[in-house]
């Protein structure tokens, strides 16, 4: 059974830090990875979408990579701003229509 | 485009009362899926379908029904809750094998 991990559970750190998320899955044979942003009490929003046969995707201030052999991701946010507040959820999937398997989430605070 | 749409936002049954929760995508999505997600437990599918009129089950199904007579519909039903299904429910749809999950704004539902 797939198992994904994230680390660290919570995290603050000071407005303009650059920061890193990790994440680890046990079986390798994705079919990709996806990195979510949920605020308190309101759904999930898709950050980056890293297909399995990728080494990372970026989007703005936002960059993921994936190192699907050693089952490991990052997410990298550069200068980081109070509105980056929020849990970062990593979700893998095995390719079929079974969905996601899920982390328990980093939640990160950014102080002003 | 509304994306994912799911209703209602909040709900309180008592316990034995039966509900649906309704899912809709207007992205002509063939994959939908069905997540509970609970402090300290995380996402964690309910139900899937690959299709119209296929439909499987996820990791915690006991509970709960679905039925899949369109491609855009995807309703959740409870036949008679328990406290224990007290948590938020959201519904994701997906393109295809390979395709990110677009996330609906949720359900936060609550039984006494």
């Known amino acids: 059974k797939q198992e994904v991990t994230q680390i660290p559970a919570a995290l603050s750190v000071p407005e303009g830090e650059n920061l890193v998320l990790n994440c680890s899955f046990t079986?390798?044979?994705?079919?990709?990875l996806q990195w979510f942003r949920q605020d308190p009490g309101k759904g999930l929003t898709s950050l980056l979408l890293i297909q399995s046969s990728q080494r990372e995707q970026t989007s703005g201030r936002l960059n993921a990579s994936l190192d699907k052999s050693s089952g490991r991701s990052t997410l990298y946010i550069a200068a980081s701003q109070p509105g980056d507040s929020a849990t970062y959820l990593c979700?893998?999937?095995?390719?079929?229509?079974?969905?996601?398997?899920f982390g328990k989430g980093t939640h990160l605070i950014i102080q002003p | 485009n509304a994306g994912v749409t799911q209703t209602p936002k909040f709900q309180v049954l008592k316990t034995g009362q039966s509900m649906t929760l309704q899912c809709a995508q207007d992205m002509n999505h063939e994959y939908m899926s069905w997540y509970r997600q609970d402090p300290g437990m995380g996402l964690r599918l309910i139900h899937y379908?690959?299709?119209?009129?296929?439909?499987d089950q996820g990791e915690v199904p006991n509970g709960y029904n679905v039925s899949r007579s369109t491609t855009e519909d995807f309703p959740l039903r409870l036949l008679s809750a328990a406290p224990s299904q007290t948590s938020v429910y959201f519904c994701?749809?997906?393109?295809?094998?390979?395709?990110?999950?677009?996330f609906g704004s949720g359900t936060r539902l609550t039984v006494v």
């Open positions: 379908s690959v299709g119209a009129g296929i439909t």
């Open positions: 079986d390798s044979a994705i079919y990709n």
């Open positions: 979700a893998v999937s095995g390719g079929g229509a079974d969905g996601l398997t």
């Open positions: 994701a749809s997906s393109y295809q094998t390979g395709g990110g999950y677009t």
